[in-house]
């Protein structure tokens, strides 16, 4: 009897022990935006309409210098999902898949996994992952063809709906169906479109938010957090937000939000002095829409009106983005699971609206690598914002450590839960970001950079200035770089010039802080 009563006993213990360890650990809900910049009330711009993200912010902690490793969506995405810079990925363009450059590296929702959690993904997340790299989930991937939409609406045809598009999408699918040698590829596809007049840069229709993917999604993402409600089991929950990029085509409600005739435009539009030209790009992925190039001059610059439009689009878009956001949040409060869950939310980098003459990313400059970060966790007191520069790849670590689980030993970001706790406000000097040029063809064209592939700039950021490096050589190997391989440099001075509107690296009063920045960069990105 007496060692039945011991058994039990310890079977008690056990299941108590087990039990107190699988409570300790927490939820995840991973939301990632697309272009989203730090176009936010949270972050001083009032004129944005954005209180469910400000709400976040309020209650969590927010990295005002948050920056992104490259701004092109796969090189970021991938650094920041492995926790390594795009010199270990080896992933500088949109066409190279991860595993075929490091088929072994681990992913973050991977390293849940392996640790005992659910994992599932939605939306735009693994861009750069072939089949969004199914060794990373417990549940099927959900893509935009596996949502439900609203009432009377299809899928989005080509990221729309409008009837004329849907019409032209479809036979377009149909003559690509019925031609086994056809040429599917994205460039072709969407070729065909922008030749029609059928690629608008932004659409405005009276539709439901669920007529859109983003909106589908933020439903999915509630249809979810009810099931891991009842079923209890731990989950790492990744939802990717497609919005704002573009094309801008959020619901009229949130076009409705504001006066296109009030909205700013950049107060600077112009090159930096000092600065070389392959600091800039030609725009180009604004050009893939039929409605650019009417729209410019003979410089690429946009007329005022489009230039309008095209920030009116995007704001509203945040502020779709903003309600899809409180809709997960507050279904997350309401079913208490808030008490268990951390929340990370930020963008894969910046976005350039007119300034410097630029649209898009594919820059090192501020507006391009510059996005939002935001953790809430029940253990942390938030309300608070840290202005220490932190990169993207610092998130791999945090969540893992405000998880309880292990930290990979490899990756290249440190936690930042001592900021989280407030016992250090600082724990990096500087942030790098990096950009290539000179190279038009992507590698998975012909299996490898082509030779004219020879110049990466290599951006340093600490808290005032911004230094650039651009040097010559091959991508693949960093080993025997030199500073007599830099053959052009960029330094701004935010103190002074917030808007970069002046170069200092010809500069001798400049002279030190750019050797030290130099020397920042030598030591994080050639020795590693």
């Known amino acids: 009897m007496i060692k039945l009563y011991l058994s039990l006993l310890l079977s008690f213990i056990l299941f108590s022990c087990n039990q107190e360890n699988y409570n300790a650990k927490k939820n995840v809900l991973f939301i990632v935006v697309d272009d989203l910049k730090p176009l936010l009330g949270s972050y001083g711009y009032n004129e944005i309409i954005s209180p469910n993200i400000d709400k976040l912010a309020n209650e969590g902690v927010l990295f005002s210098k948050a920056y992104a490793q490259q701004a092109i969506?796969?090189?970021?995405?991938?650094?920041?999902?492995?926790?390594?810079?795009?010199?270990?990925t080896k992933i500088w363009d949109l066409s190279t898949k991860l595993r075929e450059t490091r088929p072994d590296i681990i992913t973050i929702p991977q390293h849940f996994k392996n640790n005992g959690y659910e994992t599932i993904g939605m939306g735009k997340v693994m861009h750069g992952a072939k089949n969004n790299d199914p060794k990373s989930w417990t549940m099927p991937f959900i893509s935009n063809e596996n949502f439900d939409y609203a009432d009377g609406y299809k899928m989005p045809a080509n990221l729309y709906q409008s009837p004329e598009i849907h019409k032209k999408w479809d036979s377009l699918q149909a003559a690509l169906d019925s031609d086994p040698n056809a040429n599917r590829s994205w460039f072709a596809v969407n070729s065909v479109m922008k030749s029609a007049?059928?690629?608008?840069?932004?659409?405005n229709l009276d539709v439901p938010d669920n007529a859109y993917a983003d909106g589908a999604s933020s439903l999915k993402t509630i249809e979810l957090l009810n099931e891991f409600n009842r079923n209890k089991k731990k989950f790492f929950l990744t939802v990717g937000f497609q919005k704002p990029h573009l094309p801008f085509t959020p619901p009229k409600k949130y076009w409705d939000l504001y006066d296109r005739d009030k909205i700013s435009l950049a107060k600077f539009q112009n090159k930096s002095k000092g600065s070389p030209d392959d600091?800039?790009?030609?725009?180009?992925?604004?050009?893939?829409?039929?409605?650019?190039?009417?729209?410019?001059?003979?410089?690429?610059?946009?007329?005022?009106?489009k230039q309008r439009e095209?920030?009116?689009?995007?704001?509203?878009?945040?502020?779709?983005?903003?309600?899809?956001?409180?809709?997960?949040?507050?279904?997350?409060k309401s079913l208490g699971m808030d008490e268990n869950t951390i929340v990370v939310f930020f963008g894969d980098h910046g976005w350039h609206l007119g300034d410097h003459g630029l649209w898009?990313?594919?820059?090192?400059?501020?507006?391009?690598?510059?996005?939002?970060?935001?953790?809430?966790?029940?253990?942390?007191?938030?309300?608070?914002?840290?202005?220490?520069?932190?990169?993207l790849l610092d998130?791999?670590?945090?969540?893992?450590?405000l998880a309880g689980i292990p930290i990979p030993e490899d990756v290249e970001g440190v936690s930042l839960v001592p900021i989280l706790n407030k016992t250090s406000e600082r724990l990096k000097d500087f942030a790098i970001s990096q950009y290539p040029r000179r190279c038009n063809v992507m590698r998975s064209v012909i299996g490898r950079y082509p030779d004219d592939c020879t110049l990466m700039g290599y951006a340093v950021r600490n808290n005032r200035y911004r230094y650039v490096a651009w040097v010559s050589g091959n991508f693949e190997d960093r080993?025997?770089?030199?500073?007599?391989?830099?053959?052009?440099?960029?330094?701004?001075?935010?103190?002074?010039?917030?808007?970069?509107?002046?170069?200092f690296a010809l500069d001798p009063n400049y002279q030190e802080v750019k050797d030290q920045m130099k020397e920042n960069l030598r030591k994080v990105v050639w020795e590693n």
């Not at 970021?76 to 999902?81: E, G, Q």
């Not at 689009?313 to 279904?331: C, E, K, P, R, T």
């Open 360 to 391: 898009n990313k594919h820059s090192n400059f501020e507006e391009a690598t510059r996005t939002p970060l935001i953790f809430k966790s029940p253990d942390i007191s938030g309300g608070f914002i840290n202005n220490s520069p932190v990169e």
């Open 310 to 332: 095209l920030i009116h689009g995007y704001m509203a878009s945040v502020s779709f983005i903003d309600a899809q956001v409180g809709l997960v949040l507050n279904h997350l």
């Open 73 to 88: 969506c796969t090189a970021s995405r991938m650094s920041f999902i492995t926790g390594r810079r795009p010199d270990y």
């Open 197 to 203: 007049g059928l690629r608008p840069l932004t659409e």
């Open 279 to 305: 600091a800039y790009h030609q725009s180009g992925e604004l050009r893939n829409y039929h409605d650019t190039e009417p729209s410019m001059d003979e410089n690429g610059i946009v007329n005022e009106d």
């Open 479 to 503: 080993s025997n770089f030199s500073n007599n391989k830099i053959v052009m440099e960029e330094l701004y001075d935010y103190e002074i010039d917030p808007l970069e509107t002046w170069s």
């Open 395 to 401: 998130i791999f670590p945090t969540v893992c450590k």
